[in-house]
């Protein structure tokens, strides 16, 4: 008699979780680029993904599970400042033109769910309070309850029902203060502090937490991070990043979150990558981006958030 076993060795899930995330964009060693990387989250392999068709940095990104929104963010042929939307669609990795925003800006923060991104704050002709949401189902943008305070390279994330939008620069300068939005009533309120301040922070998160990771401030890189409880409304310090940078991109699923790419004072514009488990508060060293570069915008296939 022979017994057969199939399937003991590749049932088992990966402990990364499925999907993939795509960083776009972002400014190389030549400036703002067109370059993106498909990150897969389960084998951890990195490829060359679509390219945009406009080179910029210091954008914003947002999106569900079939597309994801690169908006706003600096021109790369002239540095100006720029309200263009790219769309990227997952199932053909293919990038079309969007719905512009209404304001052109950049160092803004998004986040969003799975029918709106909401785009908020940056620099216009001083820094920014505006919010938007850009709704997927028909690429309407619309205006949303504006920041408390006006507010520009900071991060946002958050889940199905709040978005966090945090850190970053005041008018006052840097802060670690947070505003909470909240998508059923168009309403934005204080949050709690995150545990650190700075500049030129990244985000991803799960339907629980948002890890808020990386800054630059005075002059010095940091790999700090702190962890946002979306129900307790708590903060948190956690495990730092492997490697000092800001100036990351930043992206994930509800079990890994990726942050990729930024500088740092040693080795100037890096592409090096951080896995972190949000389960464990563990940080790994995940696969290179393609082209080091900062501020690379992070979109996922399977967001975390929802």
Do not use: H, W
Not at 6 to 26: E, L, Y
Not at 85 to 106: D, K
């Amino acid at each position: 008699m022979f017994l057969f076993m199939f399937g003991t060795t590749n049932s088992q899930p990966s402990p990364n979780g499925t999907g993939f995330g795509i960083f776009s964009g972002g400014f190389g060693s030549s400036g703002g680029t067109t370059y993106s990387d498909k990150y897969n989250y389960t084998n951890n392999v990195r490829a060359v993904g679509t390219v945009l068709n406009t080179a910029k940095y210091n954008s914003a990104g947002a999106g569900n599970y079939s597309i994801g929104l690169i908006t706003g963010g600096k021109l790369g042929v002239n540095n100006a400042s720029s309200a263009i939307t790219e769309i990227y669609t997952y199932s053909n990795n293919s990038y079309s033109g969007g719905t512009s925003l209404s304001v052109a800006r950049f160092s803004l923060m998004g986040c969003g769910t799975s029918t709106v991104g909401l785009f908020t704050g940056g620099y216009e002709a001083l820094i920014s309070a505006r919010s938007e949401l850009y709704t997927y189902s028909n690429n309407t943008i619309s205006p949303a309850t504006s920041l408390i305070s006006s507010r520009q390279t900071g991060a946002a994330v958050g889940n199905s029902i709040i978005g966090v939008i945090g850190i970053g620069s005041i008018s006052t300068g840097i802060t670690p203060t947070s505003n909470i939005y909240t998508y059923s009533n168009n309403t934005t309120v204080a949050g709690t502090d995150l545990t650190y301040s700075g500049l030129m922070i990244s985000s991803a998160g799960n339907d629980v937490v948002g890890l808020f990771a990386g800054t630059y401030s005075g002059g010095i890189y940091y790999n700090y991070t702190s962890i946002y409880n979306y129900n307790a409304n708590t903060t948190a310090t956690s495990n730092t990043l492997r490697v000092v940078k800001g100036y990351a991109g930043g992206t994930g699923n509800n079990v890994v979150g990726i942050i990729a790419g930024g500088s740092n004072s040693i080795s100037g514009i890096i592409g090096s990558t951080d896995k972190y488990t949000y389960s464990n508060n563990t940080d790994v060293a995940g696969t290179s981006l393609g082209m080091a570069r900062q501020s690379p915008v992070g979109n996922s296939s399977l967001p975390g958030g929802f």
